[in-house]
C-alpha cells in the first residue's frame, strides 16, 4: 500500500522572511549601480554594485546554513520580522548611499533610509545637487519599495492581527489572529503572504509605470518623471529636483499625480482582499467619501482664506489666479491628507498674491488625519475618524433624544460594536506618542514648536511637513544625533503604529 508523502516546502517558503527581503532589496540595489554606468559615474556604479554583491553572499551564507531548519509558525514572527524591516535593514541600505556620497556620516545615510523605507520621505539634504542622480534613484526606489511592503504587510500580516485600523471592523482582539485565514494557515503563514505578494506586486508595478508614462508624454524629464511616479504611490514625497516647483510637467504633471493619489485614499481603489460585506464598492466606502469631503471642504476655506486676504490688501484676482488657487489648494491638501507632501507650484504664488503665511496648523492637520486604512498613507487613518465621528453623532443625538435606538448600524457594518472605543484608544495613544516625542526632542534641544512639527511630520510619515509648516524650513542635516535616533524611532512607530509595537511585547511571539 503506496503511503503518500507530504507536500515538500518550497525553497522560498524555507528561507527566512527577513531573509528574502534582503536578497530582494540586494537585488534593487544593481538598478541604480547600471544607471550610473550608464552616465559614466563609475564610483557611484562600483558603491551599489559590490554593495548589492555583498548582500546577495550573506543571504546565500545564512540560506544555506538556514535551510534544514522548519519556517517559524505564526503571524505575529512576520510582524517582528516587518518591524526588523524598518529599523535593521536601514543599516544595509545605507551602505552605499554613504560610500557614494563620502561626505556624510553614516547616522545621516541610516537616517536618510529610514525615511524612505518608511515613506516618510524628510529632506535630510535640501540642495538636490549634492545627491548624485543614481542616489537620487536608489531613495526614490527605497520609498517605493517601502510603500509595496505595507501594501502587502496589510492584507498578509496586519488584517489578520486585527492591526493597522483593522482593528475597527475585525471581531478579533487587536494583535490576536482571527479566526479563519489567519487560523487556517497556522501551519505556514507565509502562503498568505507569497499569494498577496503575488496578486499585488504588478498592480502596484503597473501603476507606477503608468504614471511615469504620462509623466514623459506631459513633457516631464526621466529620472524626476520616474522618481515622482514612485514617490506617489508609495507617498513618500521625495523629488530630485526639490519638489513640483522643479517639474518640467507643469499643471499637467500635477494633474496626474493628483489623480493617483486617489489610491492613497481606500484600499477598494486598488483591492477587494480585505473588503467586508457591503463595502466592496468605492462609492459606498466611508473612508473615500470622508476622504474627499475633507480635501474639498479644506481646500474652500483655503481658497476663501487666499481671497479674503487679497481683498484686505486691496489687491484684485483675475480668473486665472482664480482657478490656480482652486487648483493649487486642492492638490497640495490632497498630497498632505494622503501624507504624500507634495506641494503644488501654485501653493506659493496663492501665498504671495494674498501676502499670508504658509497655513501650517492645517497641514499638520490633514497630515494627522491621514489616508485609508492598509493603504501607503500614514497618520490616524480615515476609518478612525468616520469611527469617531459616528460615535459623536450618536452621542449628540442621545442627548436630544434619551430613549432614541439608532438605526444606523444597519448602514455602517463595517464598523464593529466596539470600533469607536478602539479608536479613541489608539487616538490617545498616538498623542500620548507625539508628545513623548516633543518632550525628548525638546530635550535634545530642539524648540518647541520645532519640535512639535517635526513629531508630527514622523509620526504622520510626511516629512516635507518639515518644511512648510513653519516660517522658516527646518535643517535637519543641523540636529543632534541624539535628536535624528528620536526622530528614525518616530518614523518607525507612525509606519507600523503603536497597536502593532505594543503587540509585539505578547509573551506568544517569544515562547515561539
Known amino acids: 500500500m503506496a503511503v503518500a ?15 528574502l527581503i534582503s536578497a530582494v532589496v540586494s537585488l534593487a540595489m544593481w538598478i541604480p549601480a547600471i544607471y550610473a554606468l550608464a552616465l559614466d559615474d563609475h564610483p557611484t556604479s562600483r558603491s551599489f554594485f559590490y554593495s548589492g554583491l555583498v548582500g546577495l553572499f550573506l543571504v546565500t551564507i545564512v540560506g544555506l546554513a538556514t535551510a534544514s531548519r522548519q519556517p517559524r509558525r505564526g503571524t505575529l514572527g512576520q510582524l ?63 520609498g517605493w519599495m517601502g510603500g509595496l511592503l505595507m501594501w502587502i504587510s496589510a492584507a498578509a500580516i496586519l488584517a489578520p492581527l486585527s492591526l493597522g485600523g483593522f482593528e475597527i471592523t475585525a471581531r478579533g482582539q487587536p494583535g490576536r489572529p482571527v479566526s479563519g485565514v489567519a487560523q487556517s494557515e497556522r501551519v505556514d503563514p507565509r502562503g498568505r503572504l507569497l499569494r498577496v505578494t503575488a496578486t499585488l506586486t504588478p498592480v502596484y508595478a503597473s501603476l507606477t509605470a503608468v504614471i511615469w508614462v504620462l509623466l514623459l508624454i506631459a513633457g516631464e524629464k526621466g529620472l524626476t518623471a520616474i522618481c515622482h511616479a514612485m ?6 514625497g521625495i523629488s530630485p529636483v526639490g519638489g513640483l516647483e522643479g517639474s518640467t510637467a507643469g499643471i499637467t504633471g500635477e494633474a496626474i499625480l493628483f489623480l493617483f493619489l486617489f489610491f492613497a485614499l481606500s484600499r477598494l481603489t486598488f483591492s477587494k482582499d480585505t473588503a467586508t460585506t457591503g463595502y466592496s464598492r468605492l462609492d459606498h466606502d466611508p473612508e473615500f467619501r470622508i476622504g ?77 488625519i491621514g489616508g485609508g486604512v ?17 460615535n459623536g453623532a450618536r452621542e449628540l443625538d ?66 516635507p511637513l518639515i518644511e512648510l509648516a513653519t516660517d522658516l524650513p527646518i535643517r535637519l542635516i543641523d540636529l543632534s544625533a541624539g535628536a535624528k535616533l528620536t526622530m528614525c ?5 507612525g509606519r507600523l503604529e503603536t497597536l502593532a509595537i505594543i503587540a509585539l511585547i505578547t509573551p506568544a511571539l517569544w515562547r515561539d
Open 80 to 142: 517582528a520580522v516587518l518591524l526588523g524591516s524598518l529599523t535593521v535593514l536601514p543599516l544595509f541600505l545605507a551602505v552605499p548611499v554613504h560610500d557614494a556620497l563620502g561626505n556624510t556620516t553614516f547616522l545621516n545615510a541610516y537616517f536618510d533610509m529610514v525615511s524612505a523605507i518608511t515613506t516618510t520621505g524628510a529632506d535630510l539634504f535640501p540642495d538636490p545637487e549634492r545627491l548624485s542622480a543614481p542616489v537620487h534613484l536608489w531613495r526614490a526606489l527605497v
Open 231 to 236: 514617490s506617489v504611490m508609495a507617498t513618500s
Open 292 to 368: 474627499l469631503m475633507i480635501v474639498v471642504g479644506v481646500a474652500a476655506l483655503l481658497v476663501f482664506r487666499v481671497l479674503a486676504g487679497v481683498a484686505e490688501i486691496g489687491g484684485q484676482v483675475t480668473g486665472l489666479q482664480t482657478l490656480n488657487v482652486i487648483w493649487g489648494m486642492l492638490f497640495t491638501v490632497m498630497s498632505f491628507l494622503t501624507t504624500a507632501g507634495f506641494e503644488s507650484a501654485y501653493w506659493n504664488d496663492a501665498q504671495q498674491l494674498s501676502g499670508l503665511g504658509t497655513p501650517g496648523l492645517v497641514l499638520m492637520g490633514l497630515a494627522l
Open 374 to 390: 492598509a493603504t501607503t498613507a500614514g497618520g490616524v487613518k480615515l476609518l478612525r475618524v468616520y469611527a469617531l465621528y459616528l
Open 489 to 493: 524611532a518616530g518614523m518607525v512607530i
Open 398 to 463: 442621545r442627548l436630544i433624544h434619551p430613549s432614541s435606538v439608532s438605526g444606523a448600524g444597519g448602514g455602517n457594518r463595517r464598523i464593529q460594536s466596539q470600533g469607536a472605543f478602539i479608536a479613541w484608544v489608539f487616538l490617545m495613544m498616538f498623542a500620548l506618542t507625539l508628545a513623548l516625542l516633543d518632550v525628548v526632542l525638546a530635550a535634545e534641544g530642539v524648540g518647541f514648536e520645532r519640535a512639535m512639527v517635526l513629531s508630527v511630520a514622523v509620526l504622520s510619515t510626511t516629512g
Open 5 to 19: 508523502r507530504a507536500p515538500k516546502i518550497s525553497v522560498i517558503r524555507r528561507l527566512p522572511l527577513f531573509l
